[in-house]
């Protein structure tokens, strides 16, 4: 899989989260989203993710990053020359804004999903939305993941599941991908944003965490 994805130069797809979240009550909460990502490598990105409390829309182009909150006309754009992967170690170390199951869309997935692996096990085939893909699970000290991984010629990952071991209630982040694409499949992409007239621009401070939990689910903001 990580060999398969590292040698694709476009990639595209559609996919649905769902992020836990444990209340103080110690109860299970799942927030759900869907989106899409184009991606073209080394250096442009697109995404989109639409859940029931915001509709951001993000495009990288090799030098900005740009940040739209469509349900809020709000925008942020950072300064951050290079290629995806140095974007994702911008996010995570300067911004402090690590970006969801960034790991499969580096340039060697191997190389960020394995150096703290203690455990592998093969836990044969599943079938996720009517394709057959094999069943691995993993740990490492703070978190378990799981990884169902299309069989054939195309084998891309169509769910990851991590599991936050350090947080009461065990919670989880679960991507599935749908919709593959990969080289001439995928549709071209200017990456551009156009930003509404009237949108209010955040500094880079202020922009939410990317995997957002809403206000209402903060302790102050508890219902």
């Known amino acids: 899989m990580s ?8 990639i595209s797809f559609d996919y649905d989260s769902n ?5 103080t009550q110690q109860q299970k909460i799942g927030l759900a989203s869907s989106g ?5 490598r080394p250096e442009k990105l697109h995404a989109t993710r639409n859940g029931g409390f915001t509709n951001v829309e993000m495009v990288f182009d090799g030098k900005t990053l740009t940040l739209l909150g469509k349900n809020t006309n709000l925008y942020a754009q ?6 995806i992967d140095q974007l994702v170690d911008v996010l995570r170390d300067k911004y402090h804004r690590p970006v969801p199951a960034a790991d499969l869309l580096m340039s060697d ?3 960020e ?10 836990l044969g085939s599943g079938v996720i939305h009517g394709m057959e893909c094999d069943h691995l699970a993993f740990r490492t000290k703070e978190v378990d993941w799981q990884i169902w991984i299309g069989q054939g010629a195309r084998p891309y990952p169509c769910r990851y599941v991590i599991t936050s071991k350090n947080v009461t209630g065990w919670p989880q982040y679960t991507l599935d991908i749908t919709a593959w694409k990969a080289g001439t499949e995928v549709a071209a992409d200017g990456f551009k944003l156009e930003i509404p007239s009237g949108a209010k621009k955040l500094t880079a401070d202020r922009v939410p965490d990317l995997n957002e939990i809403p206000g209402i689910f ?3 903001g508890a219902k």
Do not use: F, R, W
């Open 109 to 111: 997935p191997y190389k």
């Open 36 to 40: 899409t990502l184009t991606l073209n």
């Open 3 to 10: 060999d398969y994805l590292a040698g694709q130069k476009a």
């Open 19 to 23: 992020l836990e979240i444990v209340s």
């Open 113 to 122: 999903l394995m150096p703290l692996v203690t455990d592998v096990k093969d």
């Open 218 to 220: 903060s302790p102050k």
């Open 78 to 83: 950072v300064e951050a020359p290079g290629t």
